[in-house]
């Protein structure tokens, strides 16, 4: 998820072909059928979304908005604002997001869903 987060529309755009290529499928028909509940609705998003590709960086933005991540977390990932963070923002703006919430909450996001799929099983899980 991270990784996906932290490319650009045009980096998307160019695994989403060659994932094609590979496999003769969308990757965002992939994520739906193999994830479920709010976690399908999220990933389904973060690996369709056109985000915003401009090099600046709102450093105040990036350390409110890892506040909100890390609020809504491990409560509701399919929390809008937890949704509008992760698929609208840029890349160098998400980089910023996400290394602010490593350092502010000493683990990245990833681990951080990691421990949330195994918490809560079924209800999230991606299928195999």
Do not use: W
């Not at 969308?26 to 994520?31: C, T």
């Not at 399919?78 to 160098?92: E, M, P, V, W």
């Amino acid at each position: 998820m991270e990784i996906s987060c932290t490319r650009s529309s045009h980096e998307l755009l160019l695994v989403r072909q060659a994932y094609h290529s590979r496999f003769k499928k969308s990757l965002k028909e992939d994520v739906a059928f193999h994830t479920t509940g709010d976690f399908r609705k999220l990933l389904v998003l973060i690996v369709s979304s056109y985000r915003y590709d401009r090099p600046e960086v709102n450093m105040t933005l990036a350390k409110s908005e890892a506040k909100i991540l890390h609020k809504h977390i491990s409560k509701e990932y399919s929390h809008d604002d937890f949704i509008r963070i992760l698929t609208t923002r840029s890349k160098a703006q998400l980089n910023a997001i996400l290394n602010h919430y490593n350092n502010e909450f000493g683990t990245s996001i990833t681990m951080n869903l990691v421990l949330l799929l195994q918490l809560f099983g079924s209800s999230c899980v991606i299928d195999t």
